[in-house]
């Protein structure tokens, strides 16, 4: 099993900064992408970056150029970087990790960090 701890939530205002962080723990071995996703209320949990082991990025259109997402290996951390924050990145932001096993994949999660974004 692997543990997903989020951190760095919080409120702030719009145009402000946050950075997520989100340690893996436990069985860590084969985690290859991890990533962020959040939801805010009413809506669907949306993709908003993934990072693989390689360092390759993906990001959602409505975050690109304001978000950054990187990962420590050697701490088994990822992060997201939030700048010039808008009202409409409000959303519980959720963390996770694909790990290979080696007969197939499995999805972790973690439980959740809230980012509001006043105006």
């Known amino acids: 099993q692997v543990q997903l701890v989020e951190s760095g939530g919080g409120l702030v205002q719009a145009g402000g900064s946050l950075r997520l962080s989100c340690a893996a723990s436990g069985s860590i071995f084969g985690i290859n992408a991890m990533g962020w996703y959040r939801q805010a209320p009413g809506k669907q949990r949306e993709l908003v970056a993934a990072i693989t082991s390689g360092g390759s990025t993906n990001y959602a259109g409505s975050v690109r150029g304001r978000f950054t997402i990187s990962r420590d290996n050697a701490k088994n951390t990822v992060y997201l970087q939030m700048n010039s924050l808008k009202p409409e990145d409000t959303a519980v932001y959720y963390c996770?990790?694909?790990?290979?096993?080696?007969?197939?994949?499995?999805?972790?999660w973690g439980q959740g960090t809230q980012v509001t974004v006043s105006s």
């Open positions: 996770n990790a694909i790990q290979d096993y080696g007969l197939g994949y499995r999805s972790y």
